[in-house]
């Protein structure tokens, strides 16, 4: 998960020991590292910097803010290509624990990828999410408050996702720093020190699981203009699978050439 470098003096390092059960990073599996930083450069806007983790990692910026981690290890590690969210847990391997015990699966991991340890995880519907112990990076209480990006899992039946998660991640538990969960609408939504930080949807309320809905935690990138993305991402080889400029908020659905889907979302004023 934590593609970042830490600078030598740094003191704004949090841990997830005092942070935990929001979303804390967001990172990108790719085949080829050239080709996604120049796709994702043109579309989002976004600079590099290089990760400790070794030459197939980069960490993506925007206005010197860590925004996400591409790590170009799809081909080496027969991995799928796609956007993950990463959760924060005082321990990934009470994690693991959890996740196996109520029917997820463990797919990699916990690994040890120092400062932390990391975990790539599927709940029991199948939608991948990975988890992260240890130091978040230098900077991520920028990325925090600039909000960059949103995650929200599609599934069949989100209360029922919204326990599992729940039991996982410490979330509405007496522990100070827990995340809330509250029902709105037709959505779960998960709140951290008040924020929004991630939704869980399945449909209109009491309506039965649609089988037909492949879950999947789908990752939101905040953008200034959806429509000046939408147009680079078909000049630069990616695709676009949803487009409504009605939509409040502006939103669409695109993929990139390596088949990785996202969602670019208007920025709303915080």
């Known amino acids: 998960m934590n593609h970042a470098t830490h600078p030598r003096g740094a003191t704004d390092l949090v841990s997830t020991h005092s942070v935990f059960g929001a979303p804390c990073w967001v990172s990108l599996t790719s085949r080829d ?19 400790r983790l070794g030459d197939r990692f ?5 206005d010197g803010t860590p925004v996400a981690g591409i790590a170009a290890v799809a081909s080496v590690w027969q991995m799928v290509v796609a956007w993950t969210p ?29 400062p932390g340890r990391a975990a790539l995880l599927a709940d029991r519907d199948g939608a991948i999410f990975g988890v992260w112990e240890g ?4 900077g991520w209480e920028a990325w925090r408050r600039s909000a960059p990006t949103f995650v929200r899992l599609h599934t069949r039946d989100a209360f029922d996702a919204a326990i599992f998660y729940g039991e996982i991640l410490e979330w509405a538990s007496d522990r100070p720093g827990c995340c809330q969960v509250l029902y709105e609408g037709n959505e779960v939504v998960l709140r951290s020190r008040g924020d929004i930080v991630a939704r869980i949807v399945s449909g209109a309320l009491e309506a039965a699981p649609d089988p037909t809905i492949r879950p999947h935690w789908q990752v939101h990138f905040a953008v ?11 000049d630069n080889g990616g695709s676009v699978l949803r487009h409504d400029s009605a939509s409040v908020p502006y939103e669409a659905v695109l993929r990139d050439p390596d088949g990785a889907q996202f969602t670019v979302t208007s920025r709303i004023p915080r």
Not at 224 to 234: I, L
Request: glycine share 6%; hydrophobic share 55%.
């Open 224 to 234: 200034e203009d959806v429509a000046a993305c939408v147009k680079a991402a078909q």
């Open 33 to 51: 590292l050239r080709a996604t930083e120049a796709f994702y450069s043109a579309v989002l806007g976004w600079r590099w910097r290089p990760a």
């Open 86 to 114: 990463y959760f924060a847990v005082p321990s990934a391997d009470e994690a693991v624990a959890r996740v196996r015990e109520r029917g997820g699966t463990a797919a990699v991991g916990p690994l040890s990828l120092p």
């Open 58 to 62: 980069r960490v993506a910026l925007v």
């Open 135 to 138: 130091e978040l990076l230098a």
